[in-house]
């Protein structure tokens, strides 16, 4: 099992950042795929970023590219989402993923479905 717990929401205004944490436990972070998630009020929840085991690898959705970095620290069991030049529509609720997966970012880490575990989330609000 990997206990996943989100930190770091918040109300930001349009054109600021905001940087989300993910902290685990249970089980060696650095075996895991981690990916980050969104779900806006009356949309499906949808894929943000995803970070391959060593750091070195990492996919975004088209509408965060160049504006979200993902990002993980092993030694801290941690992943990281850095989010600038935030607009409106990125008001959701974050919620990061782990898939126990020893391969490289690839498009099926964009699908809900291919992860194990799942934090709770953290609410962004980014008002205009």
């Known amino acids: 099992q990997v206990q996943l717990v989100e930190s770091g929401g918040g109300l930001v205004q349009a054109g600021g950042s905001l940087r989300l944490s993910c902290a685990a436990s249970g089980r060696t972070f650095s075996r895991f795929i981690m990916g980050w998630f969104r779900q806006a009020p009356g949309k499906e929840r949808e894929f943000v970023a995803a970070?391959?085991?060593?750091?070195?690898?990492?996919a975004y959705v088209d509408s965060v590219e160049g504006r979200f970095t993902i990002s993980r620290d092993n030694a801290k069991n941690t992943v990281y989402l850095q989010m600038n030049s935030l607009k409106p529509e990125d008001t959701a609720v974050y919620s990061c993923?782990?898939?126990?997966?020893?391969?490289?970012?690839?498009?099926?880490?964009?699908?809900?479905?291919?992860?194990?575990?799942w934090g709770q989330g953290t609410q962004v609000t980014v008002s205009s």
């Open positions: 970070i391959n085991r060593g750091g070195d690898s990492t």
């Open positions: 993923a782990a898939d126990d997966d020893r391969s490289n970012v690839g498009y099926r880490h964009r699908i809900q479905s291919e992860y194990d575990y």
